[in-house]
């Protein structure tokens, strides 16, 4: 066990002595997020895909999705545990229930947004309903889906910290291991590298965004005459 | 135009869900192919909705349509639209595509090859005068006049048999719609269509269209004819007040000098006069392409009743004030 | 499925369980009353400066900035936190550092959509309202406000929300709450399964009903919206 020397509050050699942790709970940590966006945009595609086509069933997909969302992260990893157990499942099922609201809201008004003279010219000109939705209105959605995505990654790179009650964790496992000994440096190294991944990813799909929409970026020039 | 009908529509009505009273009533049409035909009527009468029964994009609830001789329901929707241009109210090109794209859009779905969408798009800037430097750029990077070409272009990729197209110019300046309306016309004098266009222009629909369909309130036909049956003799009180005050100008506005001139009720030109001594220096000319509406305008424009017909530079005759008015009467 | 639901009902139809400081009653209401101060401080924080800071359109980078710490930030992180550095000052534990944490989470989404809310007030709306001889601070309470009001609320209820659901870490810090029952319950070898479910159940039910109160609220304060249609 360490000890550290003058009570500081952040004792730079404990972190710089455990680079091989770091980079293990940072995999973790990209695992369990990245596992829980792409299995939430799996899902809450699907439920966008029902509620464009049964318009009636919107209401509640969204009730349900706000109910999830308002449901506490700790609460719901709890109340999963008699069916799941302690691990992996149960985290993935609440981080994953935690993205739908917000997945689903941004997709469907992605697609919604789409001027309806567009997709009129496009089913004029003889698209079918799937192509045109993946060859016209999925690419004008996806500034506001690729949005919805970024607060989904970043909302969920916060939470998984909170699993490491439930024996998962990433970076929540330095932030658990200093609370349980009173240790503020692992505390202050979870906490700051999970804030550092959140904003990275955040700043990676934008500029996948940016990528894939030139359109939105080229404005009208001043013509000439 | 002696062909065969390339649309016709049957006792075809529209009653949307949730309303009474018909969008379109019975109606029943015939366009010849090759032919432009004009659908004009108040807002709110049905020429949308019959445009978009057509091609499919709504069905009607009662009624037959035949496209290109086949019952248009034995088609598959989609299979249809790609026959048919459609160019729409609001332009609505794609965004996220470049001006090249948008244009070769229904040739992707035709699966066309590369090389033959490359050359067609060459053909259609060409054929609509758009500057090839337009072609990598967005649609929210072109003007209004612009954008709507190239949704034309759009609608003619395939070489469609058949154009509908819903005021198309009705977002464009008078001037750009005039030069539009001459594009359209040669156009289709080079590749001849079966055209559909709606307008609340009634001078756009008498320049356009070999016949001119007047629709009413509730989706019926008030008239239908060519443009100068419908000036010279309005069936109804409600054509004659759609048609507006300057019929006798607009019924001018169909004929050119050329064609009085070679009329043969021009009696009133003695014959063995030559054309010098009747054109001293001071009259106004026009040609035999004038229409003569502007004919009459540059006649009383210059203070004269008379003005000289020239040909390549020759005058070739006279026109008067009585010539012209010789021309409205039936 | 049935044991399960058994245990809870066990738990909490136990009327002992109920009474005392550590009862469910006592913890229920210690979870309700450091949310409310904590939402109202949160709400003393951020509203003022969004407002005016939005009316004046000034720092609107600050505001985007905030929005993203603010989302970014991990609230087990935040009230992990508090205990060290509340030891190292000699504050001890309990009601106020967990307060503070809490503050600390509730600020960003108040003032994001204050901001935003404000900030998107269409200029022609309030070219107008200056035009009728409207000064500064009436323009703010008589046309941007009522205009941002729904989103305004939005910030308000996620920010009410989110303490709620996290004042049940502050049992990881010394206060007793609803979420004093999940700690423990994981903290025991056994899983005290009972305590668990029960702890978990009261904070979903909690969060839910703040969730629905506001949001009665949100749609009485608005209802002027659903006219317009
Ligand atoms: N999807 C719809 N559902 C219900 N009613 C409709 C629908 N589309 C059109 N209508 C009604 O049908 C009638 C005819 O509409 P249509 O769009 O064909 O008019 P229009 O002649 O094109 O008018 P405008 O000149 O204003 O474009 C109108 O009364 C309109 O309100
Ligand atoms: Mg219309």
């Known amino acids: ?225 | 135009m002696t062909s065969a009908a390339a649309i016709s529509l049957d006792e075809v009505s529209k009653v949307f869900p949730g309303s009474v009273s018909p969008a379109v009533n019975r109606l029943t049409l015939t366009i010849p192919q090759g032919q432009i035909l004009a659908l004009v009527g108040p807002s709110g009468c049905g020429k949308t909705t019959t445009l978009r029964m057509i091609n499919r994009l709504e069905e009607p609830t009662a009624g037959q349509i035949t496209v290109l001789g086949h019952d248009h329901r034995s088609a598959k929707p989609h299979e249809l639209r790609r026959n048919i241009g459609y160019v729409i109210q609001q332009i609505g090109l794609f965004p996220h595509h470049s001006v090249r794209r948008n244009m070769s859009a229904v040739l992707e779905l035709l699966k066309w090859s590369p090389d033959r969408i490359e050359q067609r798009i060459n053909e259609l800037t060409d054929l609509l005068g758009l500057d090839p430097a337009l072609l990598d750029r967005y649609p929210s990077e072109l003007s209004g006049g612009q954008q709507q070409r190239v949704g034309v272009a759009r609608a003619l990729a395939a070489d469609p048999p058949i154009l509908l197209m819903d005021e198309p110019y009705s977002a464009v300046d008078p001037v750009i719609r005039k030069h539009l309306h001459s594009e359209l016309l040669q156009v289709q004098a080079r590749v001849t269509k079966t055209i559909v266009i709606v307008t609340h222009d009634i001078d756009e629909a008498i320049t356009l269209a070999d016949q001119v369909v007047v629709m009413a309130e509730g989706g019926t036909i008030e008239q239908q004819g060519t443009p100068e049956e419908l000036l010279a003799h309005p069936a109804t009180e409600f054509v004659r007040e759609f048609l507006g005050r300057e019929r006798g100008l607009r019924r001018l506005g169909l004929r050119t000098v050329g064609q009085i001139l070679r009329s043969p009720s021009r009696s009133s030109v003695p014959a063995d006069l030559e054309p010098e001594d009747l054109a001293p220096e001071d009259l106004a000319r026009v040609t035999a392409d004038t229409p003569l509406r502007e004919a009459l305008d540059t006649i009383l424009t210059s203070g004269q009743t008379r003005a000289v017909v020239c040909a390549d530079g020759q005058k070739i005759g006279f026109i008067t004030i009585e010539h012209i008015a010789e021309a409205l009467r039936p | 499925m049935n044991a399960i639901f058994n245990d809870l009902w066990g738990f909490i139809s136990t009327a002992d369980n109920w009474r005392g400081s550590n009862g469910i009653a006592a913890r229920a209401q210690a979870h309700l009353w450091i949310s409310f101060v904590a939402t109202v401080i949160a709400t003393a924080i951020a509203f003022p400066p969004a407002l005016i800071l939005a009316h004046l359109g000034k720092a609107p980078v600050l505001s985007v900035g905030i929005a993203n710490i603010g989302r970014a930030l991990p609230s087990f992180a935040v009230i992990a936190l508090v205990l060290p550095i509340s030891i190292s000052l000699g504050f001890g534990l309990g009601f106020w550092p967990t307060c503070v944490a809490l503050v600390a989470l509730g600020i960003p989404p108040i003032f994001t959509n204050t901001y935003t809310g404000v900030a998107n007030t269409p200029a022609a709306l309030r070219e107008a309202a200056r035009g009728i001889g409207m000064t500064s601070p009436q323009v703010v309470m008589k046309v941007e406000v009522p205009h941002a009001m729904n989103v305004i609320l939005t910030g308000f209820r996620i920010s009410a929300v989110q303490i709620v659901a996290t004042a049940s870490l502050g049992a990881l810090v010394g206060y007793q709450c609803l979420g004093s029952y999940v700690i423990e319950g994981l903290a025991q070898p056994t899983r005290a399964r009972d305590r668990l479910l029960t702890g978990a159940v009261l904070i979903a039910a909690m969060a839910m009903i703040v969730d629905f109160l506001i949001n009665r609220v949100e749609g009485h304060l608005t209802g002027w919206r659903s006219r317009l249609r």
């Open chain 1, 1 to 225: 066990m360490t000890t550290n020397p003058g009570d500081a509050f952040i004792w730079w050699e404990w972190i710089t002595r455990r680079p091989g942790e770091i980079w293990e709970r940072t995999i973790e940590h990209l695992q369990m997020t990245v596992v829980a966006v792409t299995v939430g945009c799996v899902i809450s595609a699907a439920l966008t895909l029902i509620a464009l086509r049964y318009r009636w069933t919107l209401g509640p997909i969204t009730w349900i999705g706000n109910l999830l969302y308002t449901i506490p992260s700790l609460a719901l990893f709890v109340i999963l545990i008699p069916y799941t157990g302690l691990g992996f499942l149960t985290a993935q099922i609440a981080l994953v229930s935690y993205t739908i609201q917000i997945l689903v809201r941004n997709m469907v008004a992605g697609i919604n947004s789409v001027p309806a003279s567009v997709t009129e010219a496009a089913t004029a000109i003889g698209y079918r309903r799937l192509h045109r939705l993946w060859a016209v209105e999925l690419p004008l959605a996806a500034p506001t889906i690729i949005a919805g995505i970024r607060i989904a990654a970043v909302t969920v790179i916060g939470l998984v910290t909170i699993t490491a009650l439930i024996g998962n964790g990433g970076y929540g496992a330095f932030i658990n291991d200093g609370l349980n000994r009173r240790f503020s440096t692992p505390i202050v190294l979870g906490g700051a590298l999970s804030i550092l991944l959140a904003l990275g990813v955040d700043a990676l799909l934008m500029l996948v965004q940016r990528a894939a929409t030139p359109w939105t970026r080229r404005r009208l020039r001043p013509r000439s005459s």
